[in-house]
C-alpha cells in the first residue's frame, strides 16, 4: 500500500520568512511520482509539480523549491520570501499503481495548512 | 469553456434522498476520478473510470454509484444520502491514467447532508 504523511497540520509565519512543508512517503512501486498541489481558500485544487523516482535533482520554479531524496522518501517544499498570496492549503501526493490493474491513482497527504502573517 | 467543471456547486440535501453530483470535462481525457476532501483525512478516491463503461471501486466507495456512458461525463450518485456523505468532491481527470500524467480537478462540489 502506499502512504503519504505530511506531519505538519498547520504552519504559520511572517510574510517575507522562508517555509519548508515536509512530505514523507512509502511505496513498494521501484517507479512512482509525486506531487504538489495548493488549495487556496476558494477551494481549487492547483498543480504545482510533478517528479519521478528516478530524477533526484532539486527543481526551483520562482519562489517554490522542491527537495527530492530517495534515502529518506522525502519530497519537501521550500517557499522563500513568503507573501500573503501563499496562504493555502497545501498536499503531497504520490502516484503509484493501484490494484494491480497498471492503472495509476493518486494518494494523497492530510495536508498541510499555511498562514502567511502580513 | 474547456476544463473540467461540476454542478452543482453547492448542495444541500436530507437524509435518505437520492443526489448526483455532475461532472464534464472538455479534454477528452481517458480517466476521471472522484475523491472526497474531509478534514482530518485529506482527498480519498471514491471511484475512477479508465474509459466509457470502465469504472472501478476507489478507497471509499460504499454509498455511492458510478456511471460513465460518454467519455466527458462522469456522474457520481448518491443513491440514499447520509450524514456521513456530508463533504466536499472533487472530480478530476487525466490524459491516460499513467503514473506519468497528471490530475487536473474541478472547482468541488459543497455537499451538506441534514
Known amino acids: 500500500a502506499q502512504k503519504v504523511t505530511q506531519a505538519q497540520t498547520e504552519i504559520s509565519v511572517v510574510e517575507k520568512e522562508d517555509v519548508t512543508l515536509d512530505c514523507v512517503y512509502e511505496t513498494r512501486d521501484t517507479t512512482y511520482y509525486l506531487f504538489w498541489y495548493k488549495q487556496p481558500p476558494s477551494g481549487e485544487l492547483v498543480f504545482l509539480i510533478r517528479?519521478?523516482?528516478?530524477?533526484?535533482q532539486n527543481e526551483i520554479s520562482g519562489r517554490y523549491s522542491w527537495n527530492f531524496q530517495k534515502s529518506t522518501s522525502s519530497f519537501n517544499f521550500t517557499i522563500t520570501a513568503s507573501q500573503v498570496v501563499d496562504s493555502a492549503v497545501y498536499f503531497c501526493?504520490?502516484?503509484?499503481?493501484?490494484?494491480?490493474?497498471?492503472?495509476?491513482?493518486?494518494?494523497f497527504g492530510k495536508g498541510t495548512k499555511l498562514s502567511v502573517i502580513p | 469553456d474547456a476544463g473540467i467543471t461540476q454542478s452543482p456547486r453547492y448542495k444541500i440535501t436530507e437524509t435518505g434522498r437520492q443526489v448526483t453530483l455532475m461532472c464534464h470535462q472538455t479534454w477528452s481525457h481517458s480517466y476521471m476520478f472522484w475523491y472526497r476532501q474531509d478534514l482530518g483525512h485529506g482527498l480519498r478516491l471514491i471511484y475512477y473510470?479508465?474509459?466509457?463503461?470502465?469504472?472501478d471501486k476507489g478507497e471509499v466507495p460504499d454509498g455511492y454509484v458510478v456511471s460513465r456512458s460518454k467519455t466527458e461525463n462522469f456522474p457520481l450518485t448518491l443513491e440514499s444520502a447520509t450524514r456521513s456523505q456530508t463533504s466536499v468532491y472533487f472530480c478530476a481527470s487525466s490524459e491516460l491514467g499513467r503514473s506519468t500524467d497528471t490530475q487536473y480537478f474541478g472547482p468541488g462540489t459543497r455537499l451538506t447532508v441534514l
Open positions: 517528479r519521478n523516482s528516478f530524477d533526484e
Open positions: 501526493a504520490l502516484s503509484a499503481s493501484y490494484s494491480g490493474a497498471g492503472s495509476y491513482q493518486l494518494t
Open positions: 473510470s479508465a474509459a466509457a463503461d470502465i469504472t
